[in-house]
Nanobody, 123 residues
């Protein structure tokens, strides 16, 4: 059974930083891309950053480029999202996702979702 355990959300002031973690179990790590979507109130879910650990490919949405950095610890089946210079508009529930690793753009497919972790950025 696939499990995604997210941690690291919370409340931070604008301009601050947070690091999200997602530990995956029940999978063959090299078979997947892994990363993060988010959903703000009243908005659609948005893919913000993903990585294919087996080949090192990464994806960033334009809204987070230069501020967020994704990385993986392949020995721990864990992905991290370092979020710097957070803005009020980054406030959302952040979901860890697993997708097929065969695509050039990581997380083109999303096969498994975590429960989500709340990130709140105060103005």
């Amino acid at each position: 059974e696939v499990h995604l355990v997210e941690s690291g959300g919370g409340l931070v002031q604008a301009g601050g930083s947070l690091r999200l973690s997602c530990a995956a179990s029940g999978i063959t790590w090299d078979d997947y891309a892994i990363g993060w979507f988010r959903q703000a109130p009243g908005k659609e879910r948005e893919g913000i950053s993903c990585i294919t650990p087996s080949v090192g490919k990464t994806y960033y949405a334009d809204s987070v480029k230069g501020r967020f950095t994704i990385s993986s610890d392949n020995a721990k089946n864990t992905v991290y999202l370092e979020m710097n210079n957070l803005k009020f508009e980054d406030t959302a529930v952040y979901y860890c996702v697993l997708g097929n690793s065969d695509y050039d753009v990581p997380c083109t497919t999303t096969d498994y979702w975590g429960q989500g972790t709340q990130v709140t950025v105060s103005p």
